[in-house]
């Protein structure tokens, strides 16, 4: 079996760092052997954020964050390097060895995570049969009235939960231990929750948690499901909750998924925006009404993972539920969290009684489409909100908008977004700019988090090019080169001469990057490598060395002047005779030949 160390190194070694990379930031092509994008790691509006392609480093040159494919997985998702490790596994679908599990118990996690994906693809497929069952007439004729076709029913893969306990249990029961039905979140029993695990309840009194319901998967970001959400068919008292969902298991926690964002993805990606719904049904229906790029919250606010689940797809963002009713709450929670990560918000709002599932049905999808296409900005619709609750018509109630708005606009991390926001509210309340703007900068005083800015390199061309050519994998002869003037001491009194230095003496095979640098080393390295390889031939290397090997002379002429002199001084002229050949010898070695 193979050491962990050596399958993370396979592992590297067959992962394309643009790609893994691309699932978290739009990545463009910028070079021969770069891709830049906006880093998932500040707060930026230009693209600082480099990946090298044949290196497969990533490095920031706003923030200095830099690292391989596994620091990335480590920062971005907040886990640890074997977790990492496993994660790329599971993106490359490469089995992981056992022994690279860090101990039984986590093997043992993944082993029941394994087989709850396993049970609810049966329930999945068990449901979707029940649909078709004589005693689901009642559901398929529900499902009809709200316009869903076989073709959508079949894409959502919407089922029936039966009315009956024991029907799904007993179907699998069979093939799976007794334990992953506990774990399931599938079934129910009386003492639940005196006894969450179970250990006191025989299966055999365990029952369908959705009964009579009809059945809406949940998936995994990977198209997997992991849960369900289940409508009820009845109305009045006894129904029971309108949705009811799977509760938290090892494969399912509700703060962390995005309800359709399996199918949603490539084309927010494509599109480049996000409409954010309420319900599943409101997400279903702008789906299949053409819209595919929704997702829904799921009647609940964002969660700080969900926002940077979403962030790796888009920063910008539709809302389409009216902050202004019921979810008024949750929403403004959610819009809270989504402008602190820089997300461009945009508004659309219904009217009255319509949630976008009933104005797609009852207005059509070109309504829909209009309306999409004339989103409100949200701090308009803030500034007007806050006009309706405070007409600026005393000093006291401008105050009060200034005060309702405050908060809001301090939670702006650009700068210059903030600064244009308050300076319209200020046009708006009819309050000179520079009071509520000097009030803002009061306020937001402590957003000061500025990034630093990518510094002018203060390398020469030579520098670069030696650089370049000793980290150059693809052209030994090249490196070798570079490596003899290394040597020869011509990068001496250069600015990163010990940078130069120790980037000669490693073998061929070491990632330069890996190499315990200091910030400033990084960055510069980092730069080269990004920027420069390209541009670098023989012939600029022997420009380079030529100039270097010209600037050494003259440094030695001068040190060679010195020691005549000082030779002269002492009268030793046995030692003057060895200088003034080397001199002579320096310059005819100078001349053009
Ligand atoms: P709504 O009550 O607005 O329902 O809840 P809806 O989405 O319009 O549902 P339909 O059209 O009547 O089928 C909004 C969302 O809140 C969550 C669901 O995600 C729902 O889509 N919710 C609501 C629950 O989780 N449980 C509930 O009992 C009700
Ligand atoms: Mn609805």
């Given at each position: 079996m193979a050491e962990p160390v050596d399958f993370a190194q396979n592992l590297k070694q067959q992962a394309d760092i643009v790609r893994v990379i691309g699932d978290y930031v739009k990545l463009r092509k910028s070079g021969a052997v770069n891709f830049t994008g906006l880093c998932p790691f500040h707060n930026e509006k230009s693209p600082s954020f480099s990946v090298h392609v044949t290196k497969q480093f990533f490095h920031c040159f706003g923030c200095g964050a830099s690292g391989d494919v596994y620091s990335f997985l480590q920062k971005i998702d907040n886990i640890s390097f074997p977790e990492a490790v496993k994660a790329l596994a599971l993106k490359l679908g490469v089995p992981m060895p056992k022994q690279a599990f860090s101990g039984p118990g986590e093997a043992a996690d993944a082993a029941l995570r394994g087989k709850l994906i396993d049970i609810h693809e049966r329930a999945t497929a068990f449901f979707q049969e029940q649909l078709r069952a004589p005693e689901a007439a009642k559901a398929r004729e529900y499902l009809a009235g709200r316009g869903l076709d076989a073709e959508n029913i079949a894409r959502f893969r919407i089922g029936f939960a039966p009315d009956s306990g024991f029907a799904l249990r007993d179907r699998v029961r069979g093939s799976f231990d007794d334990h992953v039905l506990r774990q399931s979140g599938l079934f129910s029993w009386k003492d639940r929750d005196t006894d969450p695990e179970g250990v006191?309840?025989?299966?055999?009194?365990m029952y369908s948690r959705f009964r009579n319901r009809i059945t809406f998967p949940i998936c995994s970001?990977?198209?997997?499901?992991i849960a369900f959400t289940a409508r009820t068919l009845e109305t009045g008292e006894k129904a029971g909750p309108k949705y009811l969902n799977s509760p938290e298991t090892a494969l399912y926690s509700k703060s962390r998924v995005l309800f359709n964002l399996d199918k949603a993805k490539e084309v927010i990606r494509k599109v480049e925006y996000v409409i954010l719904v309420e319900g599943q049904m409101d997400c279903i229906t702008v789906f299949t009404s053409g819209f595919q790029n929704v997702i829904a919250s799921s009647g609940t606010a964002f969660t700080e993972t969900q926002v940077q689940l979403l962030k790796r797809f888009t920063r910008n963002i539709i809302v389409n539920?009216?902050?202004?009713?019921?979810?008024a709450a949750a929403a403004e929670r959610s819009i809270a969290m989504l402008l602190e990560e820089d997300f461009d918000i945009r508004l659309v709002s219904l009217e009255p009684g319509f949630d976008p599932d009933l104005f797609i049905r009852k207005k059509g999808k070109d309504a829909y489409r209009e309306v999409l296409g004339k989103p409100q900005r949200y701090f308009d619709w803030l500034i007007e909100r806050a006009l309706k609750m405070f007409p600026p018509r005393s000093p006291e109630a401008r105050v009060k908008a200034i005060n309702y708005l405050l908060p809001h606009i301090q939670r702006i991390p650009n700068a210059i977004v903030r600064d244009d926001v308050a300076k319209n509210a200020a046009q708006k309340f009819g309050i000179a700019d520079q009071i509520l703007r000097q009030q803002l900068r009061d306020a937001a005083?402590?957003?000061?988090?500025t990034i630093k800015s990518a510094q002018a390199s203060g390398n020469t061309v030579a520098e670069k090019v030696l650089i370049c050519a000793l980290t150059d994998a693809a052209n030994p002869e090249l490196r070798q080169r570079a490596v003899e003037a290394v040597a020869a001491e011509?990068?001496?009194?250069?600015?990163?001469e010990s940078m130069i230095e120790r980037l000669s003496s490693i073998s061929l095979e070491t990632d330069p990057m890996s190499l315990d640098w200091d910030d400033a080393q990084r960055q510069e390295l980092a730069g080269v490598l990004i920027h420069g390889h390209e541009d670098v031939n023989e012939a600029l290397l022997d420009e380079t060395l030529y100039t270097l090997r010209q600037r050494r002379m003259e440094q030695r002429k001068r040190e060679l002047n010195a020691e005549i002199a000082e030779a002269e001084r002492r009268s030793d002229s046995g030692r003057l005779g060895q200088l003034l050949a080397e001199l002579k010898q320096l310059e005819r070695e100078q001349r053009p030949q």
């Open positions: 006191n309840t025989p299966v055999a009194n970001e990977q198209g997997k499901v539920f009216d902050p202004d009713t019921a979810g005083g402590k957003r000061s988090g011509l990068h001496r009194g250069l600015n990163n």
